[in-house]
Structure formats: structure tokens, C-alpha cells
């Protein structure tokens, strides 16, 4: 592996959105969009507490990707006994078909993160606008977590999408029930429509490292930034089918980034990698979340990977 290679990047960050702000949540943001000469991001804001578990989806727009101003709430929680009464957070999104698409993570009520700690689930909301309003589909949740001994009993979370070979990737993390956070895994669901339904990869887990999932269409394949977490965190992976990944680089990588998508979610030949995106800053527990623009020099060279 070589450091100096293509894949190897360093990332430089600019707060956003008033950067720190006592009281308020602002984590998790999604991949960035253009649509009429304004970029739009989607995230996860609450004035709960640090975590995205009781947040709502918010977003924010700019017409530089430097300044960003807040718009307000997107997707909300659903109401009573509904499964994602306690919060919806980490949106990813999608535009197929001519509508947009926000894929969200959510919890019911009671929500404890105690033994046994409550299950998370994948939804769906559109929206002919990326204004909104947004529409949750009445078959949510799309992706449940898996038996009691599968490798995402515990966590289906996270989601991160790309088209590819006329279909809709849904990249997301999971994890088993009883492990820790540092055995997050990466798992793959594939489904011919954008409204599901998302049938898991038999070759799930087909990352074994990772806790947020970013990735997007680079040159011929795929390739993932990997959290620092796990036996290959802290990487840049790559997959020429989107399923069988190869560390390429190590990184120090942003948390939670969500990089501008200069594919639109089309089924590109060739995808060009990206540069910017938002991500977000933790420093500790007790702090309060925030958002940043990140910098970085993930073009892809016009070869064919290997």
C-alpha cells in the first residue's frame, strides 16, 4: 500500500452553522446536494443532549458550500407508539425518479442504550422538492435489524447510498446484539426501486471496520472512508464491484462526513471522487456536537483501479 497514492488525502475543516453552540445538537449530516445553484445538506439536530437518539432531521442550504444558513426541521418524530416515536437521526439522501429521498435512522419509545439496548431501523421519507415537505412511506421501516445471532441484531443504522448496474445501493452499519460500538461492521442492501424493497447481501458484513458510513462512486467502483474504528479504521477503502473491499491508504479521517455528490445519484461509468463535504465535531461526551465543512483531494485518475 502505498501512503502517497491517489487515496491517501489530508482534510482541512471550517465550522459551519456558528460552529459550537452551548445547548444545541447539530451531528450526522448527510451527503450534500446541489440542486438549482444551491447546495443543501440534511442532519441531525436536538437540544435533548449530546446524541442523535432523541434528535429530528433539520437542514441547512449555501450557495458556496462555505456559508450555510439553517432552514429548519425536515423530518420529525412519528407519534404515539409509532417506531420512530423516541428520534430520527443520521439522514443519508437520494434523488431518483424525479423526486428526493431521505433515509433516516429512528428508535421507539422506551429507548434505553442499556442491556439490551433498544433496536434501530431504516426509514424512508420523499419529497418532490428538497424543500420538502417531506412524506414518510407508510411500509417503513425499509431495513430491520437481524435475528438474535445475526452479525445486526442490534444496529441498522447509518445508511449511505449510490446507484449502481440500474439499482440502489444502501450501504449502512450494524452491529450485534451484546457487542460494543467498537464492533460496528459495514453490510450492503440492494433493491431495484428507491422505495425498497432492500434485500441484505448474502457477503454481509462486507466490511468489518467502520462506524459511520460515507461512501460514493469512484472511478469504476466504489470507495468508503472508514472510521477509526475496527482492525482497518482510520482507512481508504476501494471496491471495483462495491462488495469486496482493499485498504488503499490510511487516514485521518473526519467523523460522520457526508462529501459533495458530484454523481446526483445517477448511474455514472465513472465516478470523479470527491473534494468537500460537512461532517462533524465530538470532542467529549459533556460537549455539544457541531457541524464543519471538510476539504479534501479524493479525485479519481482517469485509470482502471485494481
Avoid at 420512530?84 to 429507548?111: C, H, M, Q, W
Amino acid at each position: 500500500m502505498n501512503k502517497r497514492n491517489e487515496f491517501f488525502t489530508e482534510f482541512e475543516y471550517i465550522p459551519i452553522l456558528g460552529g459550537y453552540q452551548e445547548g444545541i445538537t447539530r451531528r450526522d449530516p448527510s451527503p450534500v446536494i446541489k440542486v438549482d445553484n444551491l447546495y443543501y445538506c440534511w442532519y441531525s439536530r436536538s437540544t435533548h443532549n449530546s446524541s442523535g437518539y432523541y434528535a429530528e432531521i433539520w437542514y441547512a442550504v449555501s450557495s458556496d458550500g462555505f456559508k450555510w444558513k439553517e432552514m429548519g426541521k425536515a423530518v420529525g418524530k412519528g407519534s404515539n407508539s409509532n417506531w420512530d416515536e423516541n428520534g430520527v437521526f443520521t439522514p443519508s439522501v437520494l434523488i431518483a425518479e424525479d423526486r428526493y429521498y431521505i433515509f433516516y435512522t429512528a428508535v421507539p419509545k422506551p429507548f434505553t442504550q442499556e442491556h439490551p439496548p433498544t433496536q434501530t431501523a431504516i426509514g424512508i421519507a420523499t419529497a418532490e422538492s428538497p424543500h420538502g415537505p417531506w412524506t414518510k412511506f407508510v411500509n417503513n421501516p425499509v431495513l430491520n435489524t437481524g435475528k438474535p445471532d445475526e452479525w445486526d441484531s442490534c444496529r441498522v443504522d447509518d445508511s449511505c447510498l449510490i446507484v449502481r448496474n440500474g439499482k440502489y445501493w444502501l450501504y449502512y452499519k450494524g452491529r450485534q446484539m451484546g457487542l460494543s460500538p467498537a464492533e460496528t461492521k459495514m453490510g450492503l442492501a440492494i433493491s431495484e426501486f428507491p422505495q425498497g424493497p432492500y434485500r441484505k447481501h448474502p457477503q454481509n458484513p462486507i466490511l468489518k471496520s467502520g462506524h459511520e458510513v460515507c461512501v460514493w462512486p469512484h472511478g469504476e467502483g466504489v470507495a468508503a472512508i472508514i472510521a477509526p474504528t475496527g482492525p482497518e479504521g482510520s482507512t481508504i477503502q476501494y471496491s471495483p464491484d462495491g462488495i469486496n473491499f482493499s485498504v488503499k491508504a490510511k487516514i485521518k479521517p473526519p467523523s460522520a462526513p457526508g462529501p459533495y455528490r458530484t454523481d446526483e445519484y445517477k448511474d455514472v461509468e465513472y465516478g470523479k471522487g470527491i473534494t468537500w463535504g460537512i461532517c462533524q465535531n465530538i470532542h467529549e461526551k459533556t460537549h455539544w456536537p457541531f457541524l464543519m465543512r471538510f476539504d479534501c483531494h479524493l479525485k479519481a485518475e482517469k485509470q482502471r483501479y485494481c
